[in-house]
């Protein structure tokens, strides 16, 4: 069974997804950018304050589906400039601690509304 996660603590998606869906054990969270969940707006004006944004949309979502942070399993992070990795991984760690998970991260990349980052999730639920 399949189910959809939407919690109004994070952002709506901007498009025609999800915020999340649960399949078996595991959340597949869709790429978390720096939006307000009330406005919609982006928040932030550079890298390390739209990082903060992103990872507590990405713990909202988790939460709203039953989740810790602690089974996140596998990130992927995108960077709109590559150079801005430093900063960005200074916020993650503050937020991820020594959970660890297998990670991506890859940059120089235009990002929906002009963000500097966005970070999805996979989660074991159990």
Known sequence: MIKTINTEKAPKAIGPY???????????????????????????????EQAHQV??????????AGGKKENIVKTTCFLHDIADFAAFNEVYAQYIG?????????????????????????VYLK
């Open 55 to 64: 990872m507590k949309n990405v713990l909202a979502i988790i939460e709203a």
């Open 18 to 48: 999800s915020q999340a869906k649960v399949a078996g054990d595991f959340l597949f969270a869709s790429g978390q950018v720096a939006l307000c969940p009330n406005s919609g707006e982006v928040v932030g004006n550079n890298v390390t």
């Open 98 to 122: 020594d959970v660890a998970p297998a990670r991506s991260c890859v940059g120089g990349l235009d990002l929906p509304k002009g963000v500097l980052c966005e970070v999805e999730v996979v």
